[in-house]
């Protein structure tokens, strides 16, 4: 009872990146601008594919929940972050506030995850079944597909979030993150938490392995594909269009595997949360980025959009 009382009364803290002002408002000012650019560029995808109807397909519906994912992900731990630096780690939140945080920052990124996976099975209908795919690829399965991910995403996190936080946190209150990230939570619990982190470790490598291996295999049968086709204009925008997606599936598997899957042997905070950096603040940037540069259709809307200001 003693420390369920404790647990119920407790506030955390984040761990400030240095204890001298002046850093943390550089670090400040570059969350800042790092969080408004992913918010403007995912904003703009979102918005430039409702108000264009010639990417109302199945890919473009599919990027524009990505962006819409995004800047929900990155908003579930931007304002805080960026309150606690500028009171040098000192901006409390409470333990229900943490748990809605923890909530819905995995469901939103296992949720990213599994969108990542339908995107490639949408590319490989594309290419490796061209003239099926709008057959394949009707709306009512592209609807069922988010629906779904969505669904998925929210099975996974409810039950860890309860699972980390039915145990006690009675001491240390200071979590060494800037968002409520379960490794860096459970490190402050006064429990035996082996149960935990092998419950954590088998979800995540699950959540991460399925995906991955969906993308992987999509992406071998996209790459037979490509090559046995004769035209080289095909062949390059097919390249084009698959490496925009590769590229992101990379820097957010890649990541959140070293976070989630790195033996706790081995798990340093410090790196940890530099890690969080790249897939909490910069991937969100670069998604948009990415999937601009790379692809001509959503490059000539963006410049109609424009010219009509």
Request: glycine share 4%; with cysteine; charged share 10%.
């Amino acid at each position: 009872m003693e420390g369920i009382n404790q647990t119920a009364e407790i506030g955390f803290f984040f761990r400030p990146f240095s204890h001298d002002p002046e850093v943390q408002r550089v670090i400040f000012v570059a969350f800042l601008v790092m969080y408004l650019t992913s918010l403007g560029g995912n904003a703009t995808i979102a918005v430039i594919v409702q108000i264009h109807r010639s990417l109302h397909t199945p890919m473009y519906f599919f990027l524009a929940n990505l962006a819409v994912l995004e800047i929900l992900y990155t908003s579930s731990i931007a304002p805080l972050a960026l309150a606690s630096l500028l009171s040098m780690g000192k901006t409390p939140i409470s333990i229900t506030g943490c748990g809605a945080q923890m909530f819905f920052f995995v469901f939103l990124g296992g949720t990213d995850c599994v969108l990542l996976a339908v995107m490639a099975y949408d590319r490989f209908i594309a290419i490796c079944y061209p003239l099926r795919y709008t057959l394949i690829m009707s709306w009512p399965l592209c609807v069922e597909l988010m629906a779904g991910s969505l669904v998925l995403g929210f099975l996974l996190s409810l039950p860890l979030t309860i699972l980390i936080f039915h145990l006690p946190f009675c001491h240390n209150s200071e979590i060494y993150h800037f968002y409520c990230d379960m490794p860096a939570v459970l490190r402050l619990a006064c429990a035996d938490t082996r149960v935990h982190q092998t419950a954590l470790y088998i979800v995540s490598f699950l959540v991460l392995s399925i995906p991955l291996s969906l993308i992987s295999t999509s992406y071998v049968l996209i790459m037979a594909a490509i090559l046995r086709m004769r035209s080289t204009e095909g062949r390059r925008r097919a390249f084009s269009t698959c490496s925009s997606h590769i590229l992101v599936v990379l820097l957010q598997y890649g990541c959140t595997s070293f976070i989630y899957l790195s033996p706790r042997s081995s798990y340093s905070p410090e790196m940890g949360r530099v890690v969080s950096v790249v897939y909490t603040f910069i991937t969100p940037i670069l998604n948009p980025l990415i999937y601009s540069m790379r692809n001509k259709e959503l490059k000539d809307a963006l410049r109609k959009t424009l010219r009509k200001f």
